[in-house]
């Protein structure tokens, strides 16, 4: 019986480079641009989609939305060779400095988000600053322990309105431009943070991440680029803290909470580190799918860890990656030919060398 295998193919526009496509037809073009085009497509037509799914669910892409930008700001740290267990610091610190500035001054949301997304993310650079010496684990424990402790400075002196939070914040105009604005805002950070890993400041990054003493002994500033690598990952995270603030009219203690650190976490497992889209992928399946669990009550979390499992052991490259490794390639059924097939028992072989 003649014996099959599978034999995988390269498509033609992939085989031609890896990162630059040679664009020789309008089917390579689409071929290229289609996936992209095709997320954005349905990010900005999602708005519309409220009478056919309801309020609700237009409030949990807003929160995905939010998830995605502390997705990314994860991923960043992640190549930068910085693994943050504590995403909640940013977007509290941008729900807070926000919501300062709002009940403070009365200023309106479009002057509070810009000035509280920078700020913020200035303030937690300069908070990371002092720790940036340590590595891997050492520097996530830190990350985890900030949004603890000023969640309970926050409880024992009273400040920021204590435990009862700020509230009667104002709100943005209308829901439509607060989605709008955060799927701008994911769009530009994703797509803009991509094209920054990829160049030769991303190398340096990823560069420290793999080996910092080799980067050190080509006279490269660790600090400096470690600094830096925080305020851009600060950017995301403390934009959806404000959003988010304005979104519920409050901020308070859980805006420190738990949840805002490991779910972009499990996000970025889910679709795939250090490729910054990935998790946003991660966010939009596992936020929903949070949303979906909350009808099993206490199993919710059995059958979420579940899920994660099978992710992480069925698909550890990321599920972006293994997308794109499935539509760059096919697979089509070849017979196994004679010399290839000898080669494989080694017998036709042992019986050339005799000849």
Known sequence: MQPYRKERLDR????????????????????????????????????????????????????????????????????AGLPSLGQALFFGVGGYMTGYLNHQFGWPPGVCIPIATVAGAALCTALLTPVLRLRGIYFGLITLALPLVFSRLIEATKIL?????????????????????????????????????ESDYGMVLQGINANDRVVLASGISLTKFKVEAVFLAA???????????????????????????????????VGGTGTLVG????????????????SFGTLRMVVYAIILVVFAVGVP?????????????FQRVVPVEEVAWSDGSGADLADRRTA
């Open 317 to 329: 490259e990321g599920l972006l990656r293994f997308l794109q490794r499935k539509y760059h390639q």
């Open 12 to 79: 033609g526009a992939k085989v031609r480079t890896e990162d630059i496509y040679a664009l020789a037809s309008l089917r390579d073009l689409v071929y290229a641009l289609g996936p992209r085009a095709l997320a954005v497509i349905a990010l900005l037509i999602a708005p519309f989609l409220e009478p056919l799914i309801g309020v609700y669910w237009m409030k949990v892409l807003l929160i995905t939305l939010v998830v995605s930008l502390l997705a990314v700001s994860w991923d960043v740290l992640a190549v």
């Open 235 to 269: 950017l995301p995270g403390t934009l959806g803290g404000a959003l988010l603030t304005h979104h519920y009219q409050f901020v308070g203690m859980p805006a420190f909470a738990m949840e805002y650190s490991l779910l972009p976490l499990a996000s970025a497992v």
């Open 279 to 294: 998790p946003v992928l991660g966010a939009f399946i596992l936020t929903p799918l949070s949303e979906v669990l909350r």
């Open 161 to 197: 309105g204590g435990t009862e939070g700020l509230s009667g914040l104002d709100p943005l105009p209308n829901f439509t431009l607060e989605l709008y604005l955060g799927i701008a805002a994911v769009l530009f950070f994703a797509f803009a943070y991509r094209r920054l890993i």
